[in-house]
C-alpha cells in the first residue's frame, strides 16, 4: 500500500494507530512517517453501544480536525470500528478513504484493496500450515 501513496505522490501528514500490536506493526509496516498510538482506535469487538459511539465520535473528530491541512492522515485500525465509520468491512490489509465534507460529515470516496502477497511467499504459508509437513 505505501507504493499507492508513494506512485500517486501522496503526501502522509501524520499516521495514527489502534494501540492493539498487529495494528502497531501495520502501520510501522506501511512505513509513512512516525507512528502516533491512538487509544479511541483500539478495537470496539465487544464494546458497549455508549464506547462504540464515543470512539466513533471522536474518530470523526480526528478527522474533522484534519480537514484544510496539507497531506493525508492515515488511520489504521479495526475492521469493526471501520464498519462502524463508513459501513463498509474492508479485507484484512485493506483501506477505506474518506474526507469530510463542508457540512463535517464523514464521506467514503475510495478503497484501497489489500496488497496481494508474492507466490512464492503464499506457497511458503501454504507448505509451513501443511500437516504432511509436520509428520
Known sequence: MQSEFISQRIPIAAVRSS??????????LLDLGTVRLTPVLDPVFNASEQLEDR?????EKIIRDHRGKSGVLALVGHQANIIDLTDIAPASGAAVVVRVDAQGHTKVIGELEAPIPDRYTLNITMHAADPLMNS
Open 19 to 28: 494501540r492493539w500490536c498487529r495494528a502497531v506493526d501495520t502501520a510501522r
Open 55 to 59: 470512539k466513533k465520535r471522536a474518530t
